[in-house]
Antibody
Framework: EVQLVESGGGLVQPGGSLRLSCAAS????????MNWVRQTPGKGLEWVSY????????SYADSVRGRFTISRDNARNSLYLQMNSLRAEDTAVYYC????????????WGQGTLVTVSS | DIQMTQSPSSLSASVGDRVTITCRAS??????LNWYQQKPEKAPKLLIY???GLQSGVPSRFSGSGSGTDFTLTINSLQPEDFATYYC????????FGGGTKVEI
């Protein structure tokens, strides 16, 4: 069974940093591209970042480029999101999501981890 | 970025009804359109990929159609477990999602 479990969310002050993790199991993690997607009540679902299976291709939403860094450790079946210079508008539930091998879609999602940026 | 507009934003329906949700892209996205279902406090779940591909395990009462800029998700014979929020998403370029359609009783 495919499982994605996020962790690392919490309350952080504006300007602070946080590192999210996503532990994958039930599939060959190293063969799949992965994504981070966030959700806020006001802005809905927003794609945040993408990393290819070998980490050779990485992309970011304009809203986080230069502040967030996506990475992965295929040996540990783990995906990460380092978030720096956090702003109030980064407050959201963050999901890691697997990209389907053929289909350009997100076929499995984790349960999400809440990040709250507030003083 | 490509903007995705869903309509309606919410609808009321009854068990057994046929429900249609529309998604419009701000430019042509060919067939790079996916649909997700989300229930309260849960993660989105993939229903349909590339316009009409049914994800494994998804009931056949769900179907999708369209191309270019206009797409439709249809639920035939609505079931109690189908009351949820539905999102479209384009994967033609930087992924973007529609604003969601809440299907209520």
């Amino acid at each position: 069974e495919v499982q994605l479990v996020e962790s690392g969310g919490g309350l952080v002050q504006p300007g602070g940093s946080l590192r999210l993790s996503c532990a994958a199991s039930g599939f060959n993690f190293g063969s799949y591209s992965m994504n981070w997607v966030r959700q806020t009540p006001g802005k809905g679902l927003e794609w945040v970042s993408y990393i290819s299976d070998s980490s050779s291709t990485i992309s970011y939403a304009d809203s986080v480029r230069g502040r967030f860094t996506i990475s992965r450790d295929n040996a540990r079946n783990s995906l990460y999101l380092q978030m720096n210079s956090l702003r109030a508008e980064d407050t959201a539930v963050y999901y890691c999501a697997r990209e389907m091998l053929t289909g350009n879609c997100l076929d499995y999602w984790g349960q999400g981890t809440l990040v709250t940026v507030s003083s | 970025d490509i903007q995705m507009t869903q309509s309606p934003s919410s609808l009321s329906a009854s068990v057994g009804d046929r429900v249609t949700i529309t998604c419009r892209a701000s430019q042509s996205i060919s067939r790079y359109l996916n649909w997700y279902q989300q229930k309260p406090e849960k993660a989105p779940k993939l229903l349909i990929y590339t316009v009409s591909g049914l994800q494994s395990g998804v009931p056949s009462r769900f179907s999708g159609s369209g191309s270019g800029t206009d797409f439709t998700l249809t639920i035939n014979s609505l079931q109690p477990e189908d009351f949820a929020t539905y999102y479209c998403q384009q994967s033609y370029s930087t992924p973007t999602f529609g604003g969601g359609t809440k299907v209520e009783i």
